[in-house]
């Protein structure tokens, strides 16, 4: 236990080293919210100050974007630092060290979370100081919307980092992609009712639709819906052990596909 | 020590090896000494319709260096990275250790370490941080003095502040050396270990590697195209040609065998179809 332990505090010191070797990285972990928050911030202004029937929406949509960016970076920084090994071409010398692959899958775990926090934290004052939302205002509730995103992002993270070791650099556009593919289901924007009947047992089948129907039903409604929190925080677990199950497959088929050593070039 | 230091090929040929080669310097258990550093059974490898690996075997006493040549494509790295564990063979197995590293291999991997032109050790980190990532991944209860050891062992005085990434491929050559000793490791595998460096530092190198042998009585696997650092550093030679091993003996054996002045000839006449 302590030897894994001491594992994967080397794994976070080495991403840790990363990223405080260049202030650009820091800076674009940032920059990409912050941007999104600004177009969107904008348009918040503009629906409150027209005082039309859209303006009460604003709120929604802005708390939306910032959900939505705590699901797409939590993946986008679990993938990223994966990625990372493998343009580094370290990916044989983490394999043939005494690291696990659910150390080397906890490592990326935390450095996601790390990477995440750098990036909507500040984000979030920013949305308070420009434009008066303060999404904390949630309250408790955010809490668990975050960590249910989070875990959901982490799922993701692992298929495509399995997938990117399976398939090579090739599926490198997966880490990008993967997440604008489950958007329209992912009912960030509008309910789930919206949809057509057969596409909503699909929105339900995802975590994200619970999150997002739980934030405006605290935002419009002033309810919180535990019954979404909890169901969600379930189909988080079986969804994780089945990417962390599916990760290994992976790595297990890449290993007899015989593609560790050269991974990078 | 005959029986466990007798080599077989993938022919049913059956090696004695010289008597003058040395037994490890350190006294073992009985168990763990009757155990070969590395056993190589029947290992196969196959891509598609094409076998990389056809039927390969040989084994390894502990302490001893073992040179796996040939030309492009005769399945040196295949077979390097099947007993790294991280390609799994179609048939047989590659034991270290007494373990299978298709199934085993986190119970050894503690004791192994690699180097090989195909990896390189992260850009964006300097040599020292380099250095202390592996250090704590293998468990090295000291990681700074260890490093230490190795900044005076490999001369990183100089570039252990420096980005790794902006080193020359000499330095990088001898930074990730340096990251393959850094667990004292009873199995070092190297492919083409100086293929990146001039002859001064290639030979400078290969004293250190010679060095640390002789001081821990480790178990090396290399890969080479360099016939002087095979016969400097190597015990026994397995050369290799489409997969399957064809000569296999000391590097005197194989000359006398083929009636050439060195292992350089050696290979030029296997390369070449005699």
């Not at chain 2, 080669?21 to 155990?35: G, K, R």
Request: glycine share 8%; charged share 15%; with cysteine.
């Amino acid at each position: 236990m302590i030897d894994s332990i001491n594992r994967m505090t080397a794994m976070t010191a080495r991403y840790y080293y990363l990223l405080r070797s260049s202030w650009l990285r820091l800076a674009e972990l940032i920059f990409w919210p912050a941007m999104q928050m600004l177009v969107w911030g904008f348009l918040y202004t503009y629906l409150y100050d027209s005082k039309s029937s859209m303006a009460s929406t604003g709120g929604i949509l802005l708390g939306a974007v910032l959900l939505w960016d705590v699901l797409f970076r939590g993946q986008l920084g679990f993938s990223f630092t994966f990625l990372e090994e493998i343009w580094s071409r370290n990916v044989a010398n983490l394999m043939m060290s005494p690291l696990q692959p659910a150390e080397l899958a906890a490592s990326l775990m935390l450095m996601s979370l790390v990477r995440l926090l750098i990036g909507t934290l500040p984000v979030t004052l920013l949305a308070f100081l420009l434009f008066g939302f303060n999404i904390y205002g949630l309250g408790f509730p955010l809490l668990g919307f975050f960590i249910n995103l989070v875990l959901t992002g982490w799922a993701i993270g692992l298929v495509v980092s399995g997938m990117i070791i399976r398939q090579g650099l090739g599926a490198e556009s997966l880490a990008y992609s993967v997440m604008i593919l489950v958007l329209p289901l992912c009912c960030v924007y509008y309910p789930a009712w919206v949809l057509p009947l057969w596409l909503q047992p699909a929105a339900w089948s995802l975590t994200p639709t619970y999150v997002f129907e739980g934030m405006r039903s605290i935002l419009i409604d002033g309810v919180f819906r535990a019954d979404l929190m909890l169901e969600c925080f379930a189909l988080n677990l079986v969804y994780l052990t089945a990417a962390f199950a599916t990760f290994m497959l992976l790595l297990r088929s890449a290993r007899h596909k015989g593609v560790l050593l050269t991974m990078g070039e | 020590m005959n029986s466990i230091a007798t080599f077989f090929a993938g022919n049913g040929g059956l090696y004695q090896p010289a008597p003058t080669l040395s037994a490890p310097a350190q006294p073992m258990a009985a168990t763990e000494a009757a155990t070969p550093a590395i056993a190589v059974e029947t290992l196969c490898k196959k891509y598609g319709a094409h076998w990389a690996v056809d039927e390969v075997n040989f084994v390894v006493p502990k302490g001893w260096t073992v040179g796996l040549l040939g030309g492009n494509g005769a399945g040196k790295t295949t077979t390097i990275a099947m007993i790294m564990g991280l390609v799994v063979p179609t048939v047989g197995r590659a034991m270290v250790l007494g373990h299978d590293m298709a199934t085993e291999r986190h119970k050894v991997l503690k004791r192994m370490n690699f180097e090989s032109p195909y990896v390189a050790l992260p850009a964006r980190l300097t040599v020292r941080e380099n250095l202390t990532v592996f250090g704590r991944l293998y468990g090295v209860a000291n990681v700074k003095q260890k490093i230490e050891e190795l900044i005076e062992e490999f001369e990183l005085g100089d570039i252990i502040d420096r980005y790794t990434g902006r080193l020359s491929a000499g330095q990088k050559t001898r930074v990730a050396v340096a990251k393959a000793l850094i667990n004292d490791p009873d199995v070092l595998v190297l492919d083409e270990p100086t293929a990146s460096l001039d002859p001064d530092r290639a030979d400078w190198v290969r004293g250190r590697l010679q060095a640390y042998q002789r001081r821990k009585s480790a178990t090396i696997v290399m890969s080479s195209h360099n016939m002087l650092e095979v016969e400097q550093l190597c015990d026994f030679v397995v050369i290799m040609s489409r997969g399957r091993v064809v000569a296999l003996g000391t590097c005197r054996e194989l000359t006398e065998k083929f009636e050439c002045r060195n292992l350089d000839e050696v290979f030029i006449k296997l390369a070449r179809g005699a």
